[in-house]
Nanobody, 123 residues
């Protein structure tokens, strides 16, 4: 499956953005999807996931209550709605796919990755 992330940009602190991850080649309905981010000089960080069967969502504590992951299987797209953005949310954001996985928090468990989209939050 090929993934294309989009929707990043420059936003003021307190603002919102919605990232999209469009898939091609395979239907996303069989993949657990995750969103990660990586800031300069830091390791890639798990943010949110949505399980392929049933759509259960799970989040890192750092974004719980501010970020929401969702999927539209008809559009073969996964979204990350980000609200109340903070300066420390500035990073490159990646979507990733894991075939029929359960709750996966480790980047190594995801076999497919999008190219990343930059989110910059100004203070």
């Amino acid at each position: 499956v090929q993934l294309q992330a989009s929707g990043g940009g420059l936003v003021q602190a307190g603002g919102s953005l919605r990232l999209s991850c469009a898939a091609s080649g395979r239907m996303l309905s069989s993949y657990t999807m995750g969103w990660f981010r990586q800031a300069p000089g830091k390791e890639r960080e798990f943010l949110a996931g949505i399980i392929w069967s049933g759509g259960t969502t799970y989040y890192a504590d750092s974004v719980k209550g501010r970020f929401t992951i969702s999927r539209d299987n008809a559009k073969n797209t996964v979204y990350l709605q980000m609200n109340s953005l903070k300066f420390e949310d500035t990073a490159v954001y990646y979507c990733a796919a894991c075939f029929r996985c359960w709750m996966e928090y480790d980047a190594d468990d995801y076999a497919f990755w999008g190219q990343g989209t930059l989110v910059t939050v100004s203070s």
